[in-house]
């Protein structure tokens, strides 16, 4: 090696999937003035990195940013700890960091290193990461409120628990520790539940990378190939985008359709049976869950079809009520209502509709929410409820809506006809100022559509 390798320079806008969208600078600042404004002076907020996971022996697996510490910093490296010290003159963001190292950076890639954190990350001040111990202490020295989120990292809370108590055992010496522990997530991931204009732009972007892959495994699709083919699908289009999957793929043919968290994704896929196929990528921390269920030889039996009009319904049934002023059960109340008359229809059911609504008897086969919040997680942050009451849909919101119905061969009254159908069709979403925009709808849904792409494969 000659010399030292240069600094991790600033990400540019091709890490998003080469669309000229990338998250500035002025973004991740505004994020800590905000947050700072809320904590108020006399506070201090404590955010580490994910730490490093091995998956055996010296094997790591990929490393991804802890969502909350990437939310306020964009750094992305490991070994680091975010400081916000409000209204402290030498500097409110303070960062620790990995220090360069030539030798490590052969073998483990370019590190920003304290000089770089200030530079290309808006840091107002860093030191190297071990020495954190020598500093912290003073940073929280005289503050009134600790805001750290306790429990994500068990190491890192002893560490936090330590530096306090040091400090209490030198307050004869005037060195007066913090009276008060905050949680942060309850502040932070208020914040992280409404989306600005860019992390927008950069979900639009994870939506339409996912809508390619389901409409590539849509053209892919025929008897004889197996699940995991199918999911090699997914991964080349995810991948040649430079977008990764948000979670594992879900690929389910058969029976397997009706397993909710199916992984095997190993199994042959056979002529008539349906094809349940729930995956997303991310693009820059920011996620798209999109599932499509297509039938494995082109086209759906009549019985199939009977069951997926019916989740198709309650799909638009649950769109239709995600608005700003309606509170986030009510799309969920819209699918129970159009699968529960479904599942009467088809003869699965028996009784009156308020009665089976009230009695939860369609939870036999659509035991599940119909949407979750989407965002830097998969299962994104934010509260569902404020105290008893549900929360009220805002613009800048955005949730998946999934409703499903699941009819196992196994279940008690399902005929021989109807059996192996397992369907759940998901769209991701965005609240708006006036209703609703659907971020997936380039996906195909309808049957016909579905049907009509298959055979142009």
Request: charged share 25%.
């Amino acid at each position: 090696m000659h010399g030292a390798l240069s600094p991790r320079p600033p990400r540019d806008c091709t890490d998003a999937a080469g669309t000229g969208i990338d998250m500035t600078r002025d973004e991740f600042a505004r994020r800590r003035r905000q947050l700072m404004r809320q904590m108020g002076r006399d506070s201090i907020a404590i955010l580490p990195a994910a730490p490093v996971r091995h998956r055996n022996n010296d094997v790591e697996y990929a490393y991804r940013q802890d969502s909350d510490f990437h939310y306020l910093t964009g750094f992305g490296e490991p070994e680091a700890v975010a400081v916000l010290v409000p209204g402290r003159e030498q500097a409110e963001y303070v960062l620790f960091v990995r220090e360069r190292d030539p030798a490590r950076e052969t073998w483990d890639g370019r590190r920003a290193g304290p000089a770089g954190a200030v530079r290309d990350h808006g840091a107002d001040d860093a030191f190297p990461i071990s020495d954190l111990d020598d500093i912290l202490p003073g940073l929280l020295e005289n503050r009134e409120r600790v805001y750290y989120t306790m429990g994500a990292y068990a190491d890192f809370d002893q560490r936090v628990v330590g530096w306090v108590n040091g400090l209490r055992t030198q307050a004869r010496n005037g060195r007066h520790p913090p009276q008060e522990f905050v949680a942060l997530d309850h502040i932070l991931h208020d914040m992280r539940l409404f989306k600005s204009r860019r992390e927008l732009e950069l979900m639009r972007i994870a939506a339409r990378i996912g809508v390619q892959a389901h409409q590539r495994v849509m053209r892919f699709c025929r008897p004889g190939l197996t699940e995991y083919q199918v999911m090699a699908e997914l991964l080349h289009e995810f991948r040649s985008h430079n977008a990764d999957i948000s979670y594992h793929p879900i690929v389910g043919g058969g029976a397997n359709s009706c397993i909710l968290h199916y992984r095997d994704n190993d199994q042959p896929l056979r002529s008539g049976d349906l094809l349940l196929v729930d995956a997303g990528c991310e693009v820059q921390c920011y996620a798209s869950d999109i599932t499509r269920t297509i039938p494995v030889s082109g086209r759906f039996s009549a019985e199939q079809r009977a069951v997926y009009d019916i989740v198709l319904e309650a799909n638009q049934a649950a769109i239709a009520a995600v608005r700003p002023g309606n509170h986030w059960n009510q799309p969920h109340e819209a699918a129970v209502r159009v699968i529960t008359q479904g599942l009467v229809r088809l003869g699965l059911l028996k009784g009156r509709l308020p009665a089976l609504i009230r009695d939860g008897a369609y939870r036999r086969f659509f035991m599940h929410r119909t949407g979750h919040w989407l965002g830097m997680d998969v299962h994104d942050v934010g509260d569902y409820r404020i105290g008893e009451e549900w929360r009220v849909l805002e613009p800048g919101m955005v949730l998946t809506v999934e409703p499903g119905i699941y009819l196992p061969a196994g279940a008690r009254g399902v005929p021989r006809r109807l059996r192996n159908i397992g369907i759940r069709i998901e769209d991701d979403v965005v609240v708006t100022r006036t209703g609703a925009q659907v971020l997936t709808a380039r996906a195909p849904k309808d049957p016909d559509q579905i049907e009509a792409l298959m055979a142009r494969s």
